[in-house]
């Protein structure tokens, strides 16, 4: 299923930017539920790809406290894009609209 909400992301590419030292592209899909139907379930779906700030490291920090920062900031830009694109604040309590294009007829 295309699920809406950004997950809570996981350390380690993080980790290998900041140790190479290199940016994070930081992305955010955003799924537009159309009006045609693909089932009797589901209905069919848009993508759009919001590239948003890369997130370089800071060569002040450890290699550890960037990739810990790297990560928040990221997650930190998913959660506002998430926020702007769907007009609602980010919660993970779950509802039906979590699942793009679902729609039981």
Not at 66 to 75: C, G, I, L, T, V
Not at 79 to 85: H, I, N, P, T, V
Request: charged share 30%; net charge neutral.
């Amino acid at each position: 299923f295309n699920y809406r909400k950004p997950r809570p992301p996981k350390r380690g590419s993080y980790f290998y930017a900041a140790e190479a030292g290199v940016p994070i592209i930081s992305c955010f899909t955003e799924i537009r539920d159309l009006k045609a139907r693909e089932n009797d379930q589901l209905r069919e779906v848009s993508y759009v790809l919001h590239v948003l700030d890369p997130i370089y490291p800071d060569r002040n920090l450890s290699v550890r406290d960037n990739s810990f920062q790297m990560m928040q900031r990221d997650y930190a830009q998913k959660r506002q894009a998430y926020e702007a694109a769907y007009g609602k604040p980010l919660t993970y309590a779950f509802s039906d609209q979590d699942i793009a294009g679902w729609d039981p007829q």
